[in-house]
């Protein structure tokens, strides 16, 4: 009643106050957490369960818009930290505080993790109106007031309930924020702690990558510098993820704070999951498994790319999605090699990996649970988990060693125990060798005498085979030679009577040109022959001149009194240029060409012999209408003496086709069967143009 009257006694100024009042308390959160002058000096106080939260998509709210304007209403409470994910939308948290009266005035709000772009404090100023801290990484780090790591404010209580509010926004990755009071002197001690661990954590790597780079260098194992590096990505990564990087690196440069965490997670997600597959030894167990992670390591590296060019906001989401598929994979993969392929030489690596995983989950539910879920801070249990699986992964690869050496040694005694066995079967093989050794040596004494006299009997065969050759050769050209003149004289006689009175009738002249054809061919048979004996090694002297081949073709074909010597035809295609040769040698191929064309072609069919130039090459093609050549006889109608078994009908020695041949190739050409069908076969002589020097 006596506020009744004193209102009503006080007027309508006094009503506007009390209305007012009124509503600031309807705004104010329902619970004030009051802080005793025990709290905040053995460890901080949390804040969890005295939050309230509200969105601000737009990122334009005023702190006049959440404590009086319309806002004031849209917050809700907070159970556990502020969880936000990659959201980029500005998050208002509230909260009411106050002390007691034997407990200082002075504290610290600690916010963390420091992995926040924009983090402003609004603590009221005891006037109705508020007092603005900035922090975050998007401000340099010489602009806080408190120098840590993590993100502090200032804060002075009063011992009424007052209202504070804190807007947090993220630009990259997720938005978390823990909040937690200390007094000065507490903070101090936790904050030194916090240091002490980092350089322990610091040194510790720093010793394992000296370590592994001194047994990688000893034992000449790649796994020890990989491991090296993924120990470095570690220590670098910890130091950006609990802000020591804006501290001691980009003091300066706060822009670069997020996209240096990235870049960095980017790294260490290639590193790490290249040193997972390859102490797993995916590729040996399961290619497929290999190979996804061949793909994460490629799709980390684009990450890592667009991260250094300024992308790191937007591909932030899809870098954390990655790594979670990636880890879920390997664990699985892991589980499958322990417990179904029984590989147990991964259980340390596994150990080591598994630990860091279960003391991550566990700070992730001290950080939601808060006091509820007993031990140390979540920013210590990181710590620990990051010192467990190092160590763990340490003694992994140790352990590898341990075994490489003991299979080493295992090796070794297999070796010398095959060796000294070795060595006794060699020393009685020995023995049993040099006795046959002796025997062998007998027996091939005996066999070199005997040898001796047979190669004494084979040298006087060979002479006495090669002083027939001489007189077969002799005795064939002086046969050749004396057939000539018989040969001249039955030729000249029958030239006789063919131009006398008689050779005019039809019987007597059929009969020379008969006589006269059999003289042709049993003279050519024996140039064949002393040609053959000619070309032989220790006879191959040629006779050169510069020739005209189409003036050698026709007047072969005029002096030629072959049957059917009247069906040749010669075709020079363009001028020819000369060759150089031996005339009568390029007669007998040419006349061997052109009488085995005849032979083989129809009676009444043509031959035409073709010259042309091709290049540097005089060709001369021989054209039949024959049978053509059988695929079987073609490689061997060049070799001497062969005959196809188509061809026993006509007569022929099998010299003519060997002997063309081996007169164009002592003329640097050749004599080649160009085509061939049941149609005809085309002879070609090819021969070398001479030179315009040897011309003129």
């Known amino acids: 009643m006596r506020l009744d009257v004193e209102t009503t006694r006080a007027g309508p100024g006094r009503l506007l106050v009390l209305l007012f009042l009124l509503l600031w308390c309807f705004a104010m959160p329902a619970k004030a957490l009051v802080l005793s002058a025990s709290d905040g000096l053995s460890g901080g106080v949390q804040l969890s369960g005295g939050l309230e939260i509200q969105h601000d998509p737009s990122g334009r709210w005023h702190i006049a818009d959440v ?103 993220n630009d990259g990755p997720p938005l978390r924020a823990e909040l937690d009071l200390w007094q000065p002197v507490g903070f101090e001690r936790d904050r030194t702690a916090d240091y002490t661990i980092m350089g322990v954590l610091l040194g510790a790597a720093l010793l394992a990558v000296c370590m592994n780079l001194i047994f990688g260098a000893w034992l000449r194992d790649g796994l020890y510098a990989h491991y090296a590096l993924y120990v470095l990505c570690i220590a670098a990564l910890s130091v950006n993820r609990q802000g020591f990087a804006a501290e001691w690196f980009l003091g300066d440069r706060p822009e670069r704070v997020a996209q240096t965490l990235l870049v960095v997670n980017c790294f260490f997600n290639m590193v790490g999951t290249a040193f997972m597959a390859r102490i797993f030894q995916f590729r040996r167990h399961w290619p497929p498994a290999a190979h996804f992670f061949n793909a994460v390591v490629v799709y980390n590296f684009v990450a890592f790319v667009l991260a250094l060019t300024g992308h790191h906001a937007a591909i932030a989401p899809w870098v954390s999605a990655g790594s979670a ?48 879920v007993p031990g140390v801070t979540p920013d210590r249990i990181y710590w620990l988990g990051t010192m467990c699986h190092l160590i763990l992964l340490n003694v992994a690869v140790a352990d590898r060693t341990r075994r490489a050496e003991r299979d080493y040694r295992a090796e070794r005694e297999r070796v010398l125990a095959v060796r000294l066995e070795a060595e006794q079967a060699l020393e009685g093989t020995v023995v049993r060798r040099t006795a046959e050794l002796q025997q062998t040596n007998a027996a091939l004494h005996e066999e070199i005498a005997a040898r001796a006299r047979l190669e004494a009997r084979l040298r006087e065969s060979l002479e006495v085979e090669r002083r027939a050759i001489v007189q077969q050769r002799e005795f064939v050209s002086m046969v050749s030679h004396e057939f000539r003149t018989p040969l001249t004289v039955i030729d000249g006689a029958a030239q006789s009577l063919d131009i006398s009175k008689l050779g005019a009738e039809p019987v007597v002249k059929q009969r020379t040109e008969r006589i006269r054809r059999a003289v042709q061919r049993l003279t050519m048979l024996i140039e064949n022959i002393l040609l053959a004996d000619r070309l032989q090694p220790e006879n191959r002297m040629l006779h050169l001149e510069v020739l005209d ?65 091709t290049g540097d090459i005089v060709q001369v093609d021989v054209i039949d209408r024959g049978p053509g050549v059988a695929m079987v006889d073609k490689a061997r109608i060049f070799e001497k003496y062969f005959r196809a078994a188509t061809a026993s009908a006509v007569a022929g020695t099998g010299l003519g086709l060997y002997l063309s041949r081996e007169i164009a190739m002592r003329h640097g050409g050749d004599v080649m069967l160009h085509e061939t069908g049941t149609s005809g076969s085309t002879f070609r002589l090819a021969l070398p143009a001479a030179p315009l020097e040897q011309v003129t």
């Open 549 to 613: 081949m189409a003036a050698l073709a026709r007047g072969l074909c005029e002096s030629f009194h072959f049957p059917g010597a009247s069906r040749l035809s010669i075709d020079v295609r363009e001028p020819l240029p000369k060759v150089r040769g031996d005339r009568a040698l390029l007669e007998i191929a040419l006349q061997n060409l052109m009488q085995n064309a005849l032979k083989y072609s129809p009676p009444d069919r043509p031959v035409h012999v073709v010259l042309r130039q």
């Open 325 to 372: 598929a990636s880890t879920l994979f390997g664990a699985v993969f892991v589980c499958y090699l322990l417990f179904v392929r029984r590989q147990f030489q991964y259980l340390l690596p596994a150990s080591a990996f598994a630990v860091g995983t279960v003391l991550g989950l566990y700070g992730l539910l001290k950080l939601w649970l808060g006091d509820q």
């Open 67 to 169: 404590a009086r304007g319309v806002q004031q209403h849209g917050f809700a409470p907070l159970e556990g930290p502020a969880e936000e994910g990659f959201s980029r939308d500005a998050v208002w948290l509230r909260f009411s505080l106050a002390r007691a009266p034997d407990a200082p005035a002075r504290w610290l709000l600690r916010v963390r993790p420091p992995r926040i772009h924009e983090a402003t404090l609004y603590a009221p100023d005891g006037r109705g109106g508020f007092v603005e801290t900035p922090l975050g990484d998007a401000r340099p780090f010489a602009a806080r007031e408190i120098p840590d790591h993590n993100f502090v404010f200032p804060v002075d209580l009063p011992t009424e309930p007052a209202v504070y509010f804190l807007r947090l926004r």
